[in-house]
């Protein structure tokens, strides 16, 4: 480990030298961090180690492939697999550096809750599903067929909506991060308005807490929303159920803290039932599903 840690240092510091001299990392015990953006090679979950071949660091390293230490949740590390694609914040404590804030195809995080919030909600916690990791279907592969229940109580099936284009995506109802679960749904709303102008299209909203958000508890989430049921359904079922649809599509969750850590991710299947585009994260806008869905209503 020690012979590891020289040789990171070292990497560390030629990457450094080719950085401005005024950019370079403050003297010991004060730490500077820097956005990462890579994919990942390999993945050591005993050493708590990742390899990334990441891009240019602004203002400090030039891109490169390296082991980095990982000081996260160990549920991070345990989904990461090569070939994913991340951002981090890489710490930089003189010597010492580490990965932490690990995300992977939009990740969001856990807001800090008290003990006591977290205890009384991991009691009230029952079966614990999570989805399958890279078992996404690819763009132009059919999307498994799935059966869930919308807000109404009905069953709603992907198939039932072969000869239109669907939006799915992905949230619970709980969700206290602004930028995530209620963007989300802000993003939808405004996609709503935009399909009914255009007379296209169907959008399916799959819950990640099915224990929590019942059809009820949709319900009235999607009144708040706004949704038309006849066009925009928020769908939730058994834990298994759930977890088997959120694979298909690539989205990984699980509950940490009375929370749910889950990723973004929203996709536009086509008439026939095939992936047509996804995009993981926070950065896409309605238009950018509006075109999708005209798109793949000419296919």
Known sequence: MKLAGAWL????SIGAAACRQSDRPAARGSAQRFALKGVVKEVDTARSMVTVEHETIPGYMQGMTMPFPARDDPKVLQVLRPGDRIEAALVVDGENFWLEKILTKGFVGTPAVTAAAAQAADTKSGRVVTP???RGVQVGDAVPDFA???QTGSTVRLS???GEPVAVTFLYTRCPIATACPMTTAKFSKLDAMLA?????QLLTVTVDPEHDTPEVLADYAKKAGANPKRWKFLTGSPEAVARVASDFGVIY???HGQIVHSLAVA???PKGRLATIYFGENWQPEHLLRDIRNAGKT
């Open 9 to 12: 240092a070292l990497l560390l």
């Open 197 to 201: 102008d255009a007379k296209l299209g």
């Open 148 to 150: 869930l229940k919308d």
């Open 268 to 270: 536009v299947v086509d």
């Open 254 to 256: 699980y509950p940490e």
């Open 132 to 134: 399958e990791p890279n």
């Open 160 to 162: 039932d909506l072969r």
